[in-house]
């Protein structure tokens, strides 16, 4: 590691934390969020790429559900269960305010959000029927500039499933991937409008069969990498990758990592054309272009209380992890901390 912080407690300080955001800031300079399970706050710690921090400051004066990045800025979902329903707050790179919405209905688990065009943007949800438990995903429309006006363009007829993710296969048109529970994977291609203009089977190909996808990342040529896990046996999951067409037919792919490392939670791009792979607790992988694994880094054996649980590519090659630390030995009894670290181009091993 180039540099590492541990972010331990204080009386204004948060103990018992985990990092669970990375973004770049105005000016080039970046800040890690964390979150505070004790003090049910938000915290926000400036510091520039040779490792010199900032003042911490609270962002939020209360936990949020989901961190969704946006092409300019993030968002921000809070689900408020006595009134069943999500606030999401948009914010700018400099965390200026720039919209907010309520949605009816929806509930904490499943979260993403896409950007098809300047207009709007495109937000999946789940929502739980009360009456019978069953929880369906949603797909709505976004327009801030009219006044942040909301509109349900779509609800999947799936019930009673494992995960949801909304893709971008082409400029004109949307995905929504829903993993039934003990179910392949299904995905529905809507237009812009919310028409469906068709759907079909996620796993019709053995490199996608029974995948179920947590992130993805557009490459140059047009096509999709898809991460996430595959279970071929009920609870038995292990890290997957996929590159799909804009069709979403599976063109190369398939399991990336050991058995400790569950899933890939995270596709990051890199300046050069490239992809990184987040393979929690203590792997990150180099892609190529076309989705195949080059490099890898990992945890050293003796780091192996720290467990990273997000990052972020910079310019030069390499990448800003962050994470928990679970205290072992004599400092046992301690709380959980936060920590930052940067990870040169030169440390990922070829393989």
């Known amino acids: 590691m180039e540099w590492m912080h541990n972010i331990v407690g204080g009386t204004a300080f948060p103990v018992d934390a985990t990092g669970i955001g990375l973004t770049l800031e105005p000016g080039q300079g970046y800040a890690l969020w964390i979150t505070d399970a004790r003090s049910a706050r938000v915290w926000r710690l ?26 300019q800025g993030y968002a921000l979902v809070f ?54 438990a069953y929880r369906q995903a949603h797909v709505a429309r976004i327009t801030p500039r009219d006044k942040n006006k909301v509109q349900i363009l779509f609800t999947t007829p799936d019930e009673d499933f494992i995960h949801a993710q909304l893709l971008v296969p082409q400029p004109e048109r949307l995905a929504a991937c829903v993993r039934s529970r003990g179910a392949a994977t299904v995905v529905y291609f809507i237009d812009d409008k919310g028409e ?90 180099r892609l190529s272009s076309k989705g195949f694994v080059t490099h890898i880094w990992q945890v050293p054996e003796a780091w192996r209380a720290n467990s990273i649980t997000t990052i972020l590519s910079v310019p030069d090659g390499g990448c800003l992890i962050a994470g928990r630390s679970w205290p072992a030995g004599k400092y046992a009894q301690a709380e959980p901390a936060a920590w930052l670290a940067r990870i040169g181009a030169s440390e990922f091993v070829s393989i």
Not at 96 to 125: G, I, K, Q, R
Not at 241 to 267: H, M, P, W, Y
């Open 46 to 71: 400036p510091f520039n790429a040779n490792g010199n921090l900032g003042r911490m400051s609270i962002a939020c004066e209360r936990l949020y559900d989901a961190f969704l990045p946006l092409p």
């Open 79 to 132: 689900y408020e269960a006595a009134k069943r329903r999500a606030v999401i707050k948009g914010y700018s790179t400099g965390h200026e305010n720039l919209w907010e919405c309520a949605l009816p209905d929806a509930d904490s688990l499943h979260w993403d959000l896409a950007a098809l065009d300047d207009e709007s943007l495109f937000l999946l949800y789940s929502s739980c029927n009360p009456y019978d």
């Open 196 to 285: 469906l203009l068709h759907d079909g089977l996620f796993a019709a190909h053995p490199h996608s069969r029974w995948g179920v996808p947590l992130c993805r990342v557009p490459l140059e040529n047009g096509d999709i990498l898809m991460g996430g896990y595959k279970e071929n046996d009920p609870g038995r999951r292990r890290a997957w990758i996929c590159r799909f067409d804009a069709d979403i037919s599976a063109l190369n792919g398939g399991i990336v990592a050991e058995k400790t490392e569950q899933a890939v939670t995270a596709l990051l791009p890199e300046a050069g054309g490239g992809v990184l792979a987040l393979c929690p607790p203590w792997k990150i992988l």
